[in-house]
């Protein structure tokens, strides 16, 4: 079923490791070489960077490609659209896999934009085709078969290419199935969601428990992770009211600020009996946005000076937890450290203070405006304006 | 691994890093440090709006400023002397005290031209002022926030704003624009050829690189006919990408790859005979795109 075979994925995730170890001064050149001898593996891989432009052009050609088939067919029939946006699915997804097949891609940009795009595209047509079942009359039926829809191509193409991404949009599109039934109220669909996710949390945790290699056990802590998430976000009325509408009832609404506070507490908890980072950046997240919203619960007004207060306790529980963990035997405790051990801790610092570029409170000079010749023109023109990108 | 060619001591280390007996909260503290400072930061800016009239002026300038020279003169008696190459901070808390000054004196020099109407008449020299103030603080003490602050506050001298995305009109706006990229990049160079700090160099580059090729792209996108911009754009996204292939640094091969794309599309497709035509174009172009990144990374030699 699954195109890589295990052990060529763990040699991938083993030569990344070497790198990083040899860069942090923990392999010596020689032990590198010696050791990657035994990690070759006939996959072909890229960077980050372009990874994503591949990606960002497979969307390109592909949404183009459906477009001159719309064109060329001229199909006017609800249920001819819907069965030629499943077999453009089905085609992405063979293609997807040919090129897995024939050319070994691995996390290359190409084939992960084809079956993600096959994901949609079936999603489409299953919605569509509960339209002419069910009616239009009713948003609630193509959404649910839509995200069914969804959820199973989802889990074919984690099954199949092992995407973690694919496991989370195979939850996610679950979660959502309840979302367009009006009639069961706000609460209970929030409640339904949360369920989902629970259930995808527990059965991620005992996942993670059975796996034999790192493989598994990663894709099962990426999903428990994103499932953590997803039940937060659910329950957290005053996050995602904008989006879900806020709840009706008191008692659901003091029910659910319990929750925000107590589920940071359990998943981070979990997250460090189980050292496991991605799980501990979501407790830390969900912990951030409890803050952000307790005063949104208990009814009190916002004040200027809050940011500045939680500014403050952000940085003095880090500087209090860095110098609690340096305290430690060997800068450590149960296994937690504040150092960086790999280039890849301090990587991603740089990587940060880079994007920092675009969020920076500069002030801007405002730029009287010209228009000269040749370069002149402009949509917009006008004077005063400032420039940005 | 258990053939002998670790030492002994490796194999404990690296044991202990592979089954995650031993996990780094570096990049954790590290994110609560920054939204902290910048959560910080913000509040004074609000707080100073909101209560300036009924306050004074003298209520918040004076904590605002001790606490700059506060986190200057901390960071001063902390920090290690200074060097040309990198300087690792001698704790987490020296990186994030001096970012904290630095905003917090940008937040001052706001306030006052708001409330100062003379100082609004030398609000570009300010500005450009603490552009200047902040490299400096950037070089001395070796921190990449302060001088992503510092290439910002620049930005807003040129009238660039870096923080979202905004349609960039008029000439003179889009010709500050380009001065800008420019400069930024030839500050790098200049500085990675002296030596100075070299590992700023990709910040510096990065920034321009989307600054010039983003102003060039959009200006060929305002525009129907055939303009010296388009000339202009092609010459940069062909500039970025042989540099990205000599440096080997993909990203600016896909920045250049992409501005290049959007501009040629931009100039042939209105002249498309029809709808079908410009999709089997866009198809038949983006796929060509694929295939040519794909021969120019593998000609780089990166991971396959």
Redesign the interface.
Known sequence: MRLYAIEDELRVRLGR?LRD?TKAG??TAE?DT??RADLQTDL????V??R???A???V??GS??I??VM??TDLTSEIAIAVTTAVLGATALAAASWLVRRYRLYRYG?EEALAMGAVALVGVSGAMVAAQVFGSNSSAAPWAAGMTAVAITAIHVYRRFGFPHAAIDALVAIALVPMAIEAIGVDARRVVAALVFAGGYAYASTWRRQADDDITRSDAEVVRAAAAAGAYLALNVMLTREVLADTDHAWFRWASWVTTWLLPYVVGRTAVVD?D?RL??VA?GMT?ASLYTNKAYLGLSRQ????????????V???A??RW?AAGPDG?RH????????ER??A???L???A?????????????????P??????????G????? | ?SDG??TSR?HV??D???S????????????????????????????A???SDRWGDLALLLPASALVIGCVAWVFAKAPVYSSDRVTSPS??VD?VLYLGC?VL?VE??YA?YRFPALQAQ??WL?LGSSLLYFAAAYRFDN??V???A???L???????????????????????LGFGVLVAAIGGVTWQMRVKRHFL??YL??AA??VL??LT??VM??DDL???LLAALAASAVCVAGGVRARR??F??YG??AGYLCVSRVLLPHSPG??AS??Y??VS??L??LG??VL?RRMG???
Do not use: C
């Open positions: 490791e170890w923990l392999l032990q010696a050791l072909r891989r890229t960077g960077m372009l994503l432009g591949l960002a052009f497979t390109v050609a183009a490609a477009g001159l064109l060329v190409v050292r980072p501990l950046r830390l951030l200027p000076w809050d940011p500045m207060l939680l500014g403050v306790v952000l940085a529980v880090a500087l937890l860095r963990l450590e296994g937690f450290t504040a150092k960086p051990l790999v801790d301090s991603a610092l740089q940060a203070s880079l920092a570029t675009a969020m920076q409170p500069a002030h801007v000079r405002q730029v009287p405006e010209s228009q000269d040749p370069f002149s023109g402009g949509r917009s023109g006008g004077g304006a400032s420039s940005g990108f | 691994m060619r670790l490796q280390i690296l202990a890093l592979a995650r007996r031993r996990v780094s909260l570096f990049g954790e503290l590290n994110a609560l440090l920054y939204l902290g400072v910048i959560a910080f930061a913000g509040g004074l800016a609000w707080t709006r909101a209560y987490i808390g994030y905003l940008g020099l706001g031209q609000w570009d500005l990449r926030f001088l992503s602050l290439i910002a506050t930005g807003g001298w040129f009238g660039v704003k870096t923080s979202g995305i905004a349609w960039i009109s008029g000439t003179t706006a889009r010709l500050l624009a990709d910040a990065q920034v989307i600054v983003s102003t959009w200006s305002d525009r303009s010296p911009w993909l990203s091969v896909v790859a992409f709808v079908e999709f089997f866009v198809v983006s796929t795109m694929i990144l794909v990374s990166r991971p396959s």
